[in-house]
C-alpha cells in the first residue's frame, strides 16, 4: 500500500520524469500478477489493497478502464461479505472522486441521494484532534464526488466551516 501511494505521488509531482515512468510501468506489470491487483479477491488485507490499486490506477493509469472497473466490481462483490471498518466504504469513496468521471459515474450515483444528505444534513464534532484531522477530509471527499454533477459543480471550491455557536462541522451547499 505505501509503495503504490508514493508511486502515485511521485507521479502526481513529476509524471514526465522517465524513472517515476519506469516504476510507474513495472509495477503496474507487477500488479497484474497479483491477487489483489488483478483478480477476484476479497479476502483480507487484499480487500484493502484493491482498492489502493483503484486510486493509484485512477492517477497513473486513466486508460485501463476496464482494470478500474474490475477493482470496483471486486468491492461491490465482497463489501458485505464480513463487517468491515468504517475507512473502507470512505477510501473507496476518495477513489471514485478521484476518478475520471465517466467510470465512476456509475457507482457515484448510487451514492448520491446519501452523499447529498451528509453534506446537507449532518454536522460534525471536533472535540478531538481526531476529529480535528479526519472530519474535514471526509467533508471534501463528499463535496469532491457531488462537485462532479454539473449541477453541483459551484460547490468545487467550498470549504468546510465550523460553526462558532456549537463548534461542530459543516458544508453549505446554498
Not at 67 to 83: A, C, I, L, P, Q
Not at 113 to 136: C, F, G, T
Request: proline fraction near 3%; hydrophobic fraction near 35%.
Amino acid at each position: 500500500m505505501y509503495e503504490l501511494e508514493i508511486l502515485r505521488l511521485l507521479y502526481l509531482f513529476a509524471p514526465e520524469n522517465v524513472e517515476v515512468k519506469n516504476m510507474v510501468s513495472e509495477t503496474l506489470e507487477r500488479l497484474k500478477t497479483t491477487c489483489f491487483g488483478y483478480r477476484d479477491d476479497g479476502v483480507g488485507e487484499c480487500f484493502d489493497t484493491s482498492l489502493v490499486v483503484l486510486r493509484f490506477l485512477a492517477t497513473v493509469a486513466q486508460e485501463e478502464t476496464e482494470w478500474m472497473v474490475s477493482r470496483m466490481e471486486n468491492y461491490n462483490r465482497h463489501f458485505g461479505d464480513k463487517k468491515r471498518s468504517w475507512f473502507s466504504e470512505w477510501y473507496y469513496w476518495l477513489c471514485l472522486s478521484e476518478m475520471p468521471f465517466d467510470i465512476a459515474y456509475p457507482e457515484i450515483e448510487k451514492y448520491k441521494d446519501e452523499i447529498r444528505n451528509r453534506l446537507i444534513n449532518r454536522s460534525y464534532v471536533m472535540n478531538s484532534e481526531k476529529d480535528k484531522q479526519i472530519h474535514p477530509v471526509i467533508l471534501c471527499i463528499l463535496r469532491n464526488l457531488l462537485s462532479k454533477y454539473p449541477e453541483y459543480e459551484y460547490i468545487k471550491v467550498r470549504q468546510p466551516y465550523v460553526n462558532k455557536r456549537d463548534g461542530r462541522l459543516y458544508f453549505d451547499m446554498s
